[in-house]
């Protein structure tokens, strides 16, 4: 018998833990891909639409400051507070602005990388046939009467409209292989887009536009001459312009 000393197996040492970089880069990244995902976005358009709620029950100062310093003597307790939270100037407010900044940038985030998979999809072949057809979950074998050539027209016929391509296999057989669908998402991200400019072009119009009315008598009466916002009956410019240019 022989008899061998061993030496007690060491403990695995544990993994280095990250560095501070490291686990921010990792934080940022999660939260980057939660702020891009459609639920996030569609939680956004929920919370923008619910935001806009009180800007249609109170008066805002934009539309008539009478009537806000009007709702604001009426109550003297509850006026102030919704004052201090800009719910009298809604569209204007920070948290209005919060919630239609992380929109945009959750629905530009989202697209962006699902209109590259999009293009990178339309300009590769179809996937093609396998050679075992038992691996569909939905197909059907059988012998057409028809030389290869008719069958494939056949083929081709039955299959217009769809993206398909013909792959020619060693001892003369053929496959064809289609898809579809592209024309639905090229459909789904048009809208998509189409929605992102609509936010671009509503918050360029209230950063850079303004309203004026004023009343011109008819007839050989005073004209109007926009020199000055001083000209009109009333004014409201936008949150980036002040009306002097």
Not at 5 to 33: C, H, I, M, Q
Not at 178 to 185: F, T, V, W
Not at 216 to 244: E, H, K, M, Q
Request: net charge positive.
């Amino acid at each position: 018998m022989t008899v061998t000393d061993r030496a007690p197996a060491s403990k695995p040492s544990p993994p280095p833990e990250p560095s501070p970089l490291r686990r921010a880069v990792a934080t940022a990244r999660n939260l980057w891909r939660q702020l891009t995902s459609m639920r996030t976005a569609l939680v956004l358009l929920f919370l923008l639409a619910l935001a806009a709620v009180p800007g249609a029950l109170l008066p805002q100062r934009s539309l008539n400051a009478g009537k806000v310093d009007e709702y604001i003597a009426a109550r003297p307790v509850l006026g102030p507070v919704l004052d201090r939270l800009e719910a009298f100037d809604v569209f204007a407010s920070f948290w209005f602005t919060a919630v239609y900044a992380l929109l945009m940038v959750s629905l530009i985030g989202c697209l962006i990388p699902r209109l590259r998979e999009h293009l990178r999809a339309v300009r590769s072949a179809p996937v093609p046939a396998p050679r075992n057809l038992s691996r569909l979950p939905h197909h059907h074998q059988g012998l057409l009467d028809a030389p290869v050539e008719e069958s494939l027209d056949r083929v081709h016929d039955l299959l217009r409209g769809w993206r398909r391509t013909t792959r020619t296999e060693p001892g003369a057989v053929q496959a064809v292989s289609a898809e579809k669908g592209y024309l639905r998402e090229a459909g789904n991200l048009v809208f998509h887009f189409s929605l992102v400019g609509l936010l671009v072009a509503v918050a360029t119009g209230r950063l850079f536009g303004y309203e004026g009315s004023v009343i011109v008598i008819a007839d050989g009466g005073p004209g109007l001459c926009n020199t000055s916002p001083a000209v009109y009956d009333s004014f409201r410019a936008g949150a980036a312009t002040d009306g002097t240019g």
